[in-house]
């Protein structure tokens, strides 16, 4: 009878082991396999090209992008202006697909992707109606026709003003000088191209402008983790460019300082080390989090601006402030933080910030290796019992 328990306890301790080795490696397969289906491109990784030519990074499998022109101005088509080309990638074990469809006076960039529809589903929506406004949301679901708004970024206000107090950044003790309130001044119709870097990768260049060419923005798309003008661009994140050229002051020892405001209904927390810089992608940058009980994004900037070609630290200032409202019983939080870029004085200023998000623990471990985890906790669960077994049986061989 002995015999037989012992027999039994081996059997039960050989059958967890295969267990643990094989369920692991079915599940990558499977995970490899569901990447092939539907003609999304082998194993590899190679990438396809997509049969939509209008407005479009990698969709699925070609789907062209819902851009409708809603007031005729945005250039559609083409091969080499105002279109992507559709590319797909690997992201680990799951395939992440950017989308982008836009019109004169918007775009819509939404990165998804197909194994998790929830935290790493994004929307990047890009406005010039009253005033540059960028917003980041959060997609529910795959299919969604609308996101869960994350936070807003507005870019609001140019000034030249005299740095009475000499800190070298504006504050609200410095007088302004002149301003130019860039939800009052028009922008050219957004234009969308095409470029490649030296090693090959395509990415696509959002770019607007005042019709004096005095403010400029310029966004940077990527499919593919890229290398850019000495900068690494995720699909996570876009890079934006604010340029400013020749802007007419009024003073010979004013300098100029560019206001953005961050709206959010979470919390903001200011940060010296961007997630980026962790990642070990980025370095010189400091940024802002922005962070709900479930999801981060994040709004980071370079610490360096180049003004004539010459590069020179940045100086920046955030403001924030919290309301607290309340619905009935349920409170509700939105914050506003102001960033001031303080620039030095100069022809051409250019700055290069970004907007992304964070990826969270639940949203990054593959399916495949929480089947991992799993199958270690069902294992010591097997080599516990096991040695229970035996003492038992030892205790009862003493008596």
């Given at each position: 009878m002995k015999t037989s328990k012992k027999t039994i306890v081996v059997f039960l301790l050989i059958f967890s082991v295969l267990v643990t080795c094989l369920v692991p490696s079915v599940f990558a397969l499977e995970g490899n396999g569901y990447q092939n289906k539907g003609g999304q491109g082998n194993s590899s990784g190679t990438q396809q090209q997509?049969?939509?030519?209008?407005?479009?990074?990698?969709?699925?499998?070609?789907?062209?992008?819902?851009?409708?022109?809603?007031?005729?101005?945005?250039?559609?088509?083409?091969?080499?202006?105002?279109?992507?080309?559709?590319?797909?990638?690997?992201?680990?074990?799951?395939?992440?697909?950017?989308?982008?469809?836009?019109a004169g006076n918007y775009t819509r960039i939404r990165s998804q992707c197909r194994n998790n529809a929830t935290q790493e589903s994004f929307e990047i929506f890009f406005t010039i109606d009253n005033g540059p406004t960028l917003q980041l949301s959060y997609i529910p679901t795959l299919n969604a026709s609308i996101g869960e708004r994350h936070f807003s970024l507005i870019v609001e206000q140019l000034i030249e003003y005299n740095d009475i107090n000499a800190n070298?950044?504006?504050?609200?003790?410095?007088?302004?000088?002149?301003?130019q309130n860039l939800s009052n001044i028009t922008f050219t119709n957004i234009t969308y191209t095409n470029s490649t870097?030296?090693?090959?990768?395509?990415?696509?260049?959002?770019?607007?402008?005042?019709?004096?060419?005095?403010?400029?923005?310029?966004?940077?798309?990527?499919?593919?983790?890229?290398?850019f003008q000495n900068t690494t661009i995720t699909q996570k994140e876009i890079k934006i460019d604010f340029k400013i050229t020749n802007y007419p002051f009024m003073n010979q020892t004013s300098q100029l300082a560019l206001i953005t405001q961050i709206e959010t209904p979470f919390f903001i927390n200011p940060e010296q080390n961007t997630y980026d810089e962790i990642q070990g992608i980025a370095s010189q940058e400091s940024g802002l989090n922005i962070s709900s009980a479930t999801r981060s994004g994040f709004f980071s900037w370079a610490n360096e601006v180049i003004v004539d070609n010459t590069t020179y630290p940045v100086n920046v200032t955030v403001l924030t402030q919290t309301e607290q409202?309340?619905?009935?019983?349920?409170?509700?939080?939105?914050?506003?933080?102001?960033?001031?870029?303080?620039?030095?004085?100069?022809?051409?200023?250019?700055?290069?910030?970004?907007?992304?998000?964070?990826?969270l623990l639940g949203g990054v471990i593959p399916a495949v290796l929480q089947y991992e985890y799993l199958s270690i906790i069902y294992l010591l669960a097997c080599i516990v019992s096991a040695i229970i077994f035996y003492g038992v049986v030892y205790y009862r061989k003493k008596r």
């Open positions: 997509g049969s939509g030519t209008t407005n479009q990074t990698g969709g699925y499998g070609g789907k062209q992008g819902a851009g409708n022109n809603q007031n005729g101005s945005g250039q559609q088509g083409g091969n080499d202006t105002n279109s992507s080309e559709g590319h797909q990638y690997r992201h680990q074990y799951q395939r992440r697909f950017t989308l982008m469809d836009g070298g950044k504006y504050d609200h003790t410095d007088s302004i000088v002149s301003s870097t030296p090693e090959g990768k395509t990415f696509t260049v959002i770019e607007t402008h005042t019709s004096n060419d005095l403010f400029s923005i310029l966004i940077y798309l990527v499919s593919e983790k890229t290398m409202t309340f619905t009935g019983n349920n409170p509700e939080t939105y914050t506003q933080s102001q960033i001031i870029f303080s620039y030095p004085r100069g022809d051409t200023i250019i700055h290069d910030p970004k907007i992304g998000v964070i990826e």
